[in-house]
């Protein structure tokens, strides 16, 4: 059995052609979904995702600005930046571009940004939203592997899903997406303890540990379902995921490449979150008209 590829670009595509619509018809009643983009410093990764990003948004007709700012721009100053575009009645999303120079504090960042603004899904307050099964956004990541799972038919109920990584932007959202489609959710990370008889018990296996080709065929249940969200470079810096593909695929029902597998769905669910906000802005405009009447 050789595994059926889970192609992230046509999935993504399909949702973009419906957002292309959904923007048009927007902008038809006076909103333009617009995003705004805050890059600190000059690393070379954050530049090439950050350019993917606004040639995405125009793409399907979106507003896209973006703000570069030194590597030693002060934390104070980002901050205030950050403050004039929650009340920029013309900005629907704000995406502040990780990682932040060590002097900037992560946290900070991510709670100055507006809930109702934060398409990331980072905000403590959407968080608890997503905990607690609210309408909110979603992290882009997360929520990209469950609209692959839903276009590819693959129904996380009953079924046990092993997530490899913990960290607050993949790991531990992820889980939480699948326990919401009553899946029975296992995490592992560096302190598990015979990891492999954890993963060889998953119907959905995960891998989110950002090294390169750390999951093998023996990590494995024969008819798994293997999503891996790693980029990573190998040793001939190549671009590969955190599964070694070519020996999972023999074993694996379901598997993503790297690339072209989570990667389109993450900038993708960024732009679905983006337009949103801006339903949600056009909504709350067309209700205060209501009332002024």
Same mark, same amino acid.
């Given at each position: 059995?050789?595994?059926?590829?889970?192609?992230?670009?046509? !999935?993504?595509?399909?949702?973009?052609?419906?957002?292309?619509?959904?923007?048009?018809?927007?902008?038809?009643?006076?909103?333009?979904?617009?995003?705004?983009?805050?890059? /600190?410093?000059?690393?070379?990764?954050?530049?090439?995702?950050?350019?993917?990003?606004?040639?995405?948004?125009?793409?399907?007709?979106?507003?896209?600005?973006?703000?570069?700012?030194?590597?030693?721009?002060?934390?104070?100053?980002?901050?205030?930046?950050?403050?004039?575009?929650? @009340?920029? @009645?013309?900005?629907?999303?704000?995406?502040?571009?990780?990682?932040?120079?060590?002097?900037?504090?992560?946290?900070?960042?991510?709670?100055? !940004?507006?809930?109702?603004? @934060?398409? $990331?899904? +980072?905000?403590?307050?959407? !968080?608890?939203?997503?905990?607690?099964?609210?309408?909110? +956004?979603?992290?882009? =990541?997360?929520?990209?592997?469950?609209?692959?799972?839903?276009? =590819?038919?693959?129904?996380?109920?009953?079924?046990?899903? /092993?997530?490899?990584?913990?960290?607050?932007?993949?790991?531990?959202?992820?889980?939480?997406?699948?326990?919401?489609?009553?899946?029975? /959710?296992?995490?592992?990370?560096?302190? =598990?303890?015979?990891?492999?008889?954890? %993963?060889?018990?998953?119907?959905?296996?995960?891998?989110?540990?950002?090294?390169?080709?750390?999951? =093998?065929? @023996?990590?494995?249940?024969?008819?798994?379902?293997?999503?891996?969200?790693?980029?990573?470079? $190998?040793?001939?810096?190549?671009?590969?995921? $955190?599964?070694?593909?070519?020996?999972?695929?023999?074993?694996?029902? +379901?598997?993503?490449?790297?690339?072209?597998?989570?990667?389109?769905?993450? !900038?993708?669910?960024?732009?679905?979150? %983006?337009?949103?906000?801006?339903?949600?802005?056009?909504?709350?405009?067309?209700?205060?008209?209501?009332?002024?009447?």
């Amino acid at each position: 059995m050789t595994g059926k590829e889970i192609n992230g670009k046509d !999935i993504s595509l399909e949702i973009r052609g419906k957002l292309q619509k959904e923007v048009a018809a927007l902008i038809d009643k006076g909103v333009k979904p617009g995003l705004a983009v805050i890059l /600190v410093g000059d690393n070379p990764a954050s530049k090439t995702y950050v350019k993917s990003k606004q040639k995405s948004c125009r793409e399907i007709g979106m507003e896209s600005i973006l703000m570069e700012m030194p590597f030693d721009t002060s934390e104070e100053k980002l901050l205030a930046e950050i403050k004039k575009l929650n @009340d920029n @009645d013309d900005i629907h999303g704000i995406l502040v571009q990780l990682p932040l120079p060590s002097h900037i504090s992560e946290i900070k960042v991510i709670q100055t !940004i507006a809930p109702k603004k @934060d398409v $990331d899904g +980072f905000h403590p307050v959407n !968080i608890g939203r997503m905990m607690t099964g609210q309408d909110t +956004f979603l992290p882009c =990541t997360p929520f990209g592997v469950m609209e692959m799972l839903k276009y =590819t038919g693959i129904d996380p109920e009953g079924k046990h899903a /092993v997530i490899i990584g913990r960290s607050n932007i993949v790991g531990k959202p992820m889980g939480q997406l699948l326990l919401r489609e009553n899946a029975t /959710v296992t995490y592992c990370h560096s302190k =598990t303890s015979d990891m492999k008889s954890l %993963t060889n018990q998953a119907d959905i296996l995960v891998a989110a540990v950002g090294k390169p080709k750390m999951i =093998t065929a @023996d990590y494995v249940k024969e008819g798994a379902v293997v999503i891996d969200v790693g980029i990573n470079r $190998d040793e001939n810096g190549k671009l590969c995921g $955190d599964v070694d593909f070519d020996d999972v695929k023999e074993k694996a029902a +379901f598997i993503t490449p790297v690339p072209g597998g989570v990667g389109p769905m993450t !900038i993708t669910m960024l732009l679905y979150n %983006t337009v949103k906000s801006a339903k949600k802005t056009l909504n709350h405009r067309n209700q205060n008209k209501d009332v002024v009447k």
